[in-house]
């Protein structure tokens, strides 16, 4: 039996330990009328015919030659990172209740909290949230119930947010009565329309969320819409991609005063594709709202003999304890996630993560510049980009994808679907995994396809 | 030592990815990181050496006995993993065009209709990450079918005192009034009082059922009918499946919406935290509100199930397909498993708690609930241990550390004095479980004769027993550059 | 700098310590006119640049349809054996002088002795050698020493025994003047012709080797050979395959008084085919020849407290005591390889190791009976056969590979480059990996190579 | 607890390959198994538990500061090993024919040229699968030699009484006598005693360099000189390879033929025991016997070097391809190593060692030739501590494992009393090695005040000291079923 250890000699001692003569005696107490038949289920496979399966799947799906990013990220992972996360007293343990049979995860986890607080320039970090796009949902929420000031419920959110992060956060806050503005981008710059956002000056709004790098991959005027949200007494959420905070200034400097709340997509530290997820939500935010924050949160603090030790704290906020006066329902999180993370950002360092940001910010640069060389291909956006960029092709985006998918590459998304506007545009991303040849490869078929014999060069790198 | 102490400035050879000369940014100075962060900078010997020896400090599965009750800790198998690894999983983009390869989207289909199946519902959608995350998902197509039927005066979702603390924080997500049932003595829902808060304001009821008291709700039908008339929906908290797999199902109880915790009844790893999925089912009334994306398939291929498909839809509950690689190690060990294996998942997770909890009872344990069954779980209360001897739960929780055994969950439910919730689950050998009882006997015992021995408890850890409120009062979240450690 | 964490400060501190101005100057005793220039060898990779490169070449030897065996198994490998197997305190730990920091290793070695008696129904097992054909050479070289009845130095050795195990024994004691006498096989039964084997009775014998199964797949009369080997004062050594051991019989009951000595090679429990190596050889024997066995052994001990523990034993028969008089040479052995091997005897238990072999043995012989359909191919052999078999073909061996290659299928092994007189022969086995799938695919190229639509058909299997 | 302790007949499920119904051999009954052999009948769970906690209790590279000398105890990245079970490289059959992919021939040949390049020699051989079998197949090919040259009275091979044991094993298991040469007071071979024992016997001689005693063998040039005019060829032995990689090659100081051990320069993992890999290299006139198989390119293809192409071989060592798995793991850090980083290893094992050496001396410590400079290795002897305080060398080395450090190589080289071979490697940080000098001086103060705890030692592990006459004594080395453990 698959998992199951007893012997027939146990199941006998046992059933006659508990006073009954057959196992399905055991379920006497659920009415006989709700009993079900068998399950009309394929019976159970040997792990050798799983493993045929899962490589024939596996192979079907093969493996592409990615240009595509949209909120999830082809970073290089080391090899030591997964190795070390799936040992087994990671990979099998529960959340830390029992601090001192725990201490390897918790520890783990409050230099996680250290290292994003770091990274983001915030004081505080939970120890992760579901994703990215749930972790913007539950800022959305906390600063709701952060501002003081404000009594509206009214989210500022821009349109140059991941269409999918702003989907999210209506399936998620509007219950609770929220409602969102939308801000629109400036069709020139692909960026916050910094004139629609003053156009909301005086109003009681709760939050405004800045997202950097936007959707587009575009710098947006973060200084300003942070000092502009504390003017109208609003909050400040950041939406980040930490990859980038290798390059991009952290949130806790933006403006006069810095984001009150950073919350974003943790994949980009370690987490392989994966049709994606599991990912990592992450969440700072400053010290004052701490006790606003949803999720789990380490502390450190001395055993019996004085000894240091970390432990879950602030547990008054949550669900177990708090019920449906917590914070958040949030119990399961991502902390497998977290393992990996934290072991990539001390693996890679403040230089490694510098070089991986640079890279894919110099790739995408040079696969733009190279692209926009074909007749007919253009930047929509004139903005600074970081490491994706909006591309305008001659004919339908979707036949370019296809045929470039033909040759194993994913050449980037298409945008119309969420952006009518942006009819024939992708988006498109190289990170640091890409090398030259890959990107003569994307080159010189799209040259093909674009009968532009001269742009199937690559332009030198810079 | 953290970390940040065994970092120092220049040691970090960019080795992973090499290192770029003279970068230059075509970014406004202002927008540009003004110094470094401050992540560690330590050789990949010490990363490795660190993480290894911290992952040696924990308790898990993989070393220990942890009957830990509602959580299901049982034997993660390693296929799962290694197979959820291969690189032509780990590598797919979320947006890979489905013309580019059908392998994923098989996997998830195929894992939709198993859990059809096996929860007895009409659709499955995979979407939520977890268990909270599915309750959410539930609660809100309870809203959006009452919506849909303009009946929106009803504001309050009911939840029975044993609920786990999701169900009224989940129900509080979706703008509902929580109200607390009451649970009889012999841990059944009491049903007039059910029956005296059911009205017209009734969205619906939150149930478990085995319930987190480790006992089958025999009412269930009585409950169905009461809520369905009074115009409510079902919810089930599919936390404890395990304990009926192939033996019962949530839809033929008249459940109208269920979750399952995936990182429980189809033992993918807790992972210190997580990940987990919750994904979630429906009866055929509620399919138009299920959130998005799900997998369809015509005969010929897979696609996905998006708005446009499903305008009706609650909508995304993150940015692509919830916990995917959690949801494949699901459906791996689902294949293992086929139909017999799910059954008899509730068959030996019940043998084996029905065992122990026998066995405890001889041992002279108090049990929450004597006259009843066991299913996959069961509750010890130490009311009297702690009256007598001075010696509570918590204390008894930590001695069991010292003796290599993980506390079952303590306090939990609320309505039970000091409990124990003990699930031993099926991957654990009868030896294992006598072992464990005594373990129990012998501190029983210390807590008579050294109670210290109990209440200083543990003794053989990497630390002692922590000053939780300690971390509360001087909140240390974050290491400062000097502080020591 | 990878691997070495350094800094300019550590650097500059370390050498004034040590008192000299730069690393170079720690080279001064090496004679400056030995000094080599910079290596011709090009820089270093980054990680993300080797993963690239070996993504490469693994998808360029891509994922056979394997029906090769040959002494090299492609058997089933549970994924619980190598998780555990790979983590660092197995992975990364030396051979174990210190005991007591060593008790993992050393209980999972005394565990694998423990389980290769009980397979070989020998007393006593060694913890490895390199692989098994260099165990076959030990093992005639601890018969040399062992047998204190016999003076010669000779060895019967058939031909029926893996040409490569053959030339490695010959390789490893020739130089010891030792002399191996070749025993031809029965051309009928493709095993030991016992008429050639008992021609040498009465001569001054060291010991016989007694393959089984042998290199084709083939039954030897192994209880007659070891009785004939005892008569006639010679030491039995026996060549197994250990996976054939769940279904054949122990060598310790060979016969009358069962084999002295067994060895082989141990890569069929649970050790990837990985282009030959690390594989792992295994070496067990009577109790009364223990001191006269080669490599590692471990014994039982009891520490300070009476507490049992593991511990490095019989160290005087070892070069690193005995020197020059030692066993053996070998120092450095194959214990990841026996932790697995190890770890894979307890997951499948005789069960599993019983139902591995008898689908081997099953998928084989159904394939066998489905070649010999096809007109002109044949059996070679009349003899019974465990998991692979000699099959003559109407035409070159060399060219039906070929051409079952281009279908990336490596259809068995040609047996002419060891064997002239088996032209146009091939060694096959369809170990339990293969479904009927696979056994219709091979088919049905085969069918179509020798216009043999029929044949194409898979037999049904029995 | 043993896993024989655990098994429970009728236990395991059958579960990875499924069971058969009604086998039918056709194979004659005496053929067959009589009885089950008595493998463990333990669940999954049973097995990965019990060999994840036995895990625990050894000391590694990845946990612990490892300085053993002479093994190299550095660190083995992750990613050769990752990359090395690509399914690609995992399955691919040893006879696979060439034109069925070439990725792992390419891998070969590039290795067989990096290491040709870095040893200064003619030609590569990757058979042998560990140093001693490089030794074994380098002393053949010097037996190769002489008797292709009707030289056959040449009956001897000299060794240092400093080298490895397994130089003199080498050698007579090539049939050859072993004559021992002393080593002066500076840890240089005794010339005199040289020169008065070559001769036309003399087939070779086999030496270190660095020597096993951590310092540079200065004479080398007059060595060859001396050996190579009486007829006499050059073995080196590449265990300490890494103490010059990238700064003085075995080619140009005038060796024939040498090993290497991958498994120390190259940094693939020791496995608690193995395997290795021992790569032999050889001067223009050796070449015709090199050990096959080998890997050809002729510009387009790689091709397999055997006897056909070799006639001349020495033969095969092992059935297949010597240790490829392990071969593989050296090429794929000998990739990411590149030039630079090869002779970083020399440098900084280097820096290393002498910083550490300096620092013992300063702590008081005797160093056997304080005179001379260590090369990635040193030796300290504990003769004065033995004598007058009663602690021996296996007592410190055995208290240091109470202080978390692996202890150094004791007892090696034999002609140093009491001595400590120390290798810290390149892979540790200044702080490691400072904190061991302040290990090594507390131990010290122990051995003074209270030596008791320094000759029980080790207190702190999983068992105690063990009794290592006891196991000789009452040879235990298979348990019988009953037998306590
Ligand atoms: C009974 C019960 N309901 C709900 C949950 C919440 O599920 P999750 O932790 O997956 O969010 C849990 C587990 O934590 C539970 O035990
Ligand atoms: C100096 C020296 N020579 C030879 C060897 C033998 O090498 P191996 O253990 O790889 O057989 C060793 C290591 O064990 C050694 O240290």
New interface residues.
Partial sequence: ???????????E???K????AD??A??????E????P???????????????????????????L?F?G???Y?H?I???I???T????????????????????L?????F???M???TGM???N??L?????ALAEAV?MSVRANRKSKSKVILMPTSL?P??R??V???VT???ITMQDIDYDPATGTTDLDKLMAHAGEDIAAVVIP?PNFFGG?EP??EMVNWAHENKALAIAVVNPMS??????PG?WGQTGADIVCG?GQPLGI????????LGFLCCQQSY?RQMPG??????????G????????Q?R?????????T????????????AA??Y????????????A??S??NT?QLVASMTDIPGVERVFDS?F?HEAVIKLPSSAARY??SM?AH?I?AG?SLEQWYPELKDCVLVCAT??K?QADLEKYMSHMGRLFDAPLACQLRPS? | MLIFEQSRLGRNPKHQVGAVEGANYEIPEEFLRKQPAGLPDVSELQAVRHYTLLSQKNFSIDTHFYPLGSCTMKYNPRACNTLANLPGITSRHPFTPPDMGQGFMACMYDLQNMLREVTGMSAISLAPAAGAQGEFAGVAMIRAYHDANNDTERCEILVPDAAHGTNPASAVMCGYKVKEIPTNSEGDVDLDALKSVVGPQTAGIMLTNPSTLGVFERQIEEIARVVHEAGGLLYYDGANLNAILGKVRPGDMGFDVIHLNLHKTFSTPHGGGGPGAGPVGVSERLKPYLPIPMVAYDGDDYSWVTEKELPTTIGRLSAFMGNASILMRAYIYAKMLGNDGMARIAEFSTLNANYLMTRLDEAGFEMAFKNRRATHEFIVTLKQVAKTMGVNTMDFAKRMLDYGVHAPTTYFPLLIAECLLIEPTETETRETLDDFVEVLKKILKEAEHTPDLVTQAPHTLPVKRLDDVRAVRQLDVAWKEGEES
Same sequence: chains 1, 3.
């Avoid at chain 1, 698959?2 to 146990?10: A, E, N, R, V, Y």
């Avoid at chain 1, 789990?296 to 003999?305: A, E, Q």
């Fill in positions: 039996m698959p998992f199951i250890p007893h012997t027939t000699d146990d199941i001692h046992m059933l330990t508990i006073g009954v196992i399905n055991l379920f006497d107490e659920i009415p009328s709700l009993r079900c068998p399950l009309d289920i394929a019976a159970g496979l040997s792990e050798q015919e799983i493993v045929r399966l899962m490589h024939e799947r596996a192979n079907e799906d093969g493996q592409t990615n595509a949209a909120g999830a082809e290089h080391p090899a030591a997964w190795e070390v799936t040992r087994g007293e990671f990979y099998s343990a529960y959340t830390p209740y029992q601090a001192e049979a725990s201490q390897g995860t520890q783990l986890l409050y230099e909290q250290t290292m607080t770091r990274l004081d505080v970090s120890a992760s579901y994703d990215g796009a749930s929420l991941h999918h992060y989907a999210v209506k399936t998620i219950q609770q009565g950097q710098i973060v200084n905070l290798g390059v991009l200034n952290a400097d997509e392989p594709l994966a049709s994606g997820g599991a990912y701490v789990r949160i380490i502390g450190k603090t001395v055993d019996l003999d000894k240091p030790g970390y432990t879950l704290t602030l008054a949550e669900q177990h304890i708090r019920r449906s006066k917590a958040s329902n949030i119990c399961t999180n991502q902390g497998l996630m977290v393992t934290t072991i950002m001390s693996i890679m360092g403040d230089a490694g993560v510098n070089s991986a640079t890279q910010y110099q640069h600074p970081f994808l296809r998918g194993n994913l998304i640091e995994t090398n810079f």
